[in-house]
Structures are given as structure tokens and as C-alpha cells.
Nanobody, 117 residues
Framework: QVQLVESGGGLVQPGGSLRLSCAAS????????MGWYRQAPGKQRELVAH???????NYADSVKGRFTISRDNAKNTVYLQMNNLKPEDTAVYYC???????????WGQGTQVTVSS
């Protein structure tokens, strides 16, 4: 049974920081590409950050320079460090695991991030 469990969300003031974690089980984590997506109320889900099996990263323009994605294959965990948070970062953040060769894709249940004073 595949599980992706996000944690670390919460309420933070503008300019603050949060670190999201996504712990994976039931998959060979090291062969999956991992991503963080977010969905704000009334908007479509969008890619925030992505990390390949080899550690290459890419980011949405709106978070470049503020967010950092990383992975620890020994812990089967992917992280999203979010700094200088803005109200427009408010959304439910989802972890995604994708294996390009098989097209298998899995999603976590999401964690709420609210940026507000």
C-alpha cells in the first residue's frame, strides 16, 4: 500500500517560514521523481517545485528564490522549505510521486498552509 503523508503546514505571518515534509512508504522512493503542488480555493492545482531522481530541481516562477525542495532517499522523505511566505502562498499543499518509466503517480492527502497576519 502506497502512502504519502505530508506534515508541517500551519498558520504563519507574512515573511515567515515553514518546512513541509512528505514521508513515502510502499514505493521504492529513490526511483520516483517528487513534486510539491498547491491548490488555492477556486483555483487549479499547480506545480510548485519538482525534484528528479538525480536531485535536479525546478520551481514555479512565483516561488523561485523563496522555496527550496530537497529529498532524503535514506528517509524516503521529500521536503519543501518555504521562506518569505506571502498571503498568495495560502493553499493546500500536496506531495506527488511520479515514476516516468511506468507512469505511476501517487498523491498525498494535502496539508494546509495559511499565510496571514
Amino acid at each position: 500500500q502506497v502512502q504519502l503523508v505530508e506534515s508541517g503546514g500551519g498558520l504563519v505571518q507574512p515573511g515567515g517560514s515553514l518546512r513541509l515534509s512528505c514521508a513515502a512508504s510502499g514505493i521504492i522512493f529513490s526511483i520516483y521523481e517528487m513534486g510539491w503542488y498547491r491548490q488555492a480555493p477556486g483555483k487549479q492545482r499547480e506545480l510548485v517545485a519538482h525534484i528528479t531522481r538525480g536531485g535536479s530541481t525546478n520551481y514555479a516562477d512565483s516561488v523561485k528564490g523563496r522555496f527550496t525542495i530537497s529529498r532524503d532517499n535514506a528517509k524516503n522523505t521529500v521536503y519543501l522549505q518555504m521562506n518569505n511566505l506571502k498571503p498568495e502562498d495560502t493553499a493546500v499543499y500536496y506531495c506527488n510521486a511520479h515514476q516516468p518509466s511506468s507512469l505511476r503517480t501517487y498523491w498525498g492527502q494535502g496539508t494546509q498552509v495559511t499565510v496571514s497576519s
